[in-house]
């Protein structure tokens, strides 16, 4: 499951940010972060290894979200 998603930057004409970064970082964990509630609450119909993995993946893309959009606040390259 090696596969780099890549996600672009939305910047209107002035290169204003469309969504902000803490609202999707906070999206992606707080998903992972329920499943793993739901695994340790016992749900029966979830793998637990699935869930571990699909959660530090989800955490990965949070945080290439938030290195990209500092990166693009500060002036640098994403």
Same mark, same amino acid.
């Given at each position: 499951m090696n596969r780099e998603v *890549?996600?672009?930057l939305i910047v209107d004409d002035r290169? *204003?940010?469309? &969504?902000?970064?803490?609202? &999707?970082s906070k999206l992606?964990? *707080?998903?992972?972060?329920?499943?793993l509630h739901l695994v !340790?609450?016992?749900?029966? !119909?979830?793998? !637990?290894d699935t869930v571990a993995a699909? *959660? @530090?993946e989800l955490a990965k893309l949070a945080d290439r979200i938030d290195v990209a959009c @500092?990166?693009?606040?500060?002036g640098g390259a994403p």
């Open positions: *890549t996600l672009p290169g *204003t940010l469309q &969504v902000a970064a803490s609202d &999707v992606l964990r *707080t998903v992972g972060g329920r499943w !340790e609450s016992g749900e029966k !119909e979830l793998d !637990e699909l *959660t @530090i @500092i990166a693009h606040s500060s």
